[in-house]
């Protein structure tokens, strides 16, 4: 039985993918760098780091870990001139309602997030008192499709992997709850459908024992 839930947070609470895109494009722009939204799908539920080096794969390109840390640090202060105008405005449809009848139920919340701004993001949308537990950039040192920041989110909501399902907008999300042993949601993605266990185009009017007992093949 489902209890608990477990969010990631670009692209299924909040779309902050177009801020993360800016910001690549313009650090990649100042090196000379070729990178598209194309590109972009590739950084999807990945570590800063690694994004970075996939985008100097991409180029063919070779730094130091200090160079890495460097453009990684600069990529995160452009982002954060785009989020620090973030509003509750820009939460995705029908994801506070949602969330609020899953705590109603008495639902377990964590979010599951690569970002080390997830705290600041949900600050901005005024959503963090909906989490009951928040897993983020800075408590996970692997990143997706490794399972570990979804582990350690059922592991602080007290439950059992088998006992939580993950929402996630990413194939490298889906696969790290499936290596979690978890069930995983699409959200928002069609792309992600061929790899969930479920797909929702959005949270909007979406009843969530209706959703549970889809998802859990009554």
Known sequence: ?????????????????????????????QLGFKFDLADNELLKG????RSFNIILEL????????????????????????INNLTEDEILPGVREFMADARKRNYGI??????????????????????????DGNKVSNAKPDPE????????????????VVFEDSVAGIVAAHNGNMKAIGVTNPEV?????????????????????KVEGE
Request: aromatic share 10%; charged share 30%; hydrophobic share 40%.
């Open 193 to 213: 459908t061929d790899y969930c266990d479920y797909y929702i185009k959005s949270f909007l009017n979406l009843n969530i024992d209706v959703l549970m007992r």
């Open 46 to 49: 990945v570590s800063r780091i």
């Open 110 to 135: 964590a979010l599951g997030s690569a970002s080390k701004n997830s705290r600041l993001i949900l600050d901005k949308l005024h959503l963090t008192d909906m989490f009951d537990v928040i897993i």
């Open 59 to 82: 180029n063919n390109q070779k730094m130091s870990e200090e160079e890495v840390e460097k453009y990684c640090t600069l990529k995160n202060e452009l982002y954060l001139k785009y």
């Open 149 to 164: 920041v979804f582990t350690k989110g059922a592991e602080e909501l007290g439950l059992k992997a088998e006992e939580c």
């Open 1 to 29: 039985m489902i209890k608990g839930l477990l969010f990631d947070l670009d692209g299924v609470i909040v779309d902050t993918a177009k801020y993360h895109f800016l910001a690549w494009k313009s650090l990649c722009d």
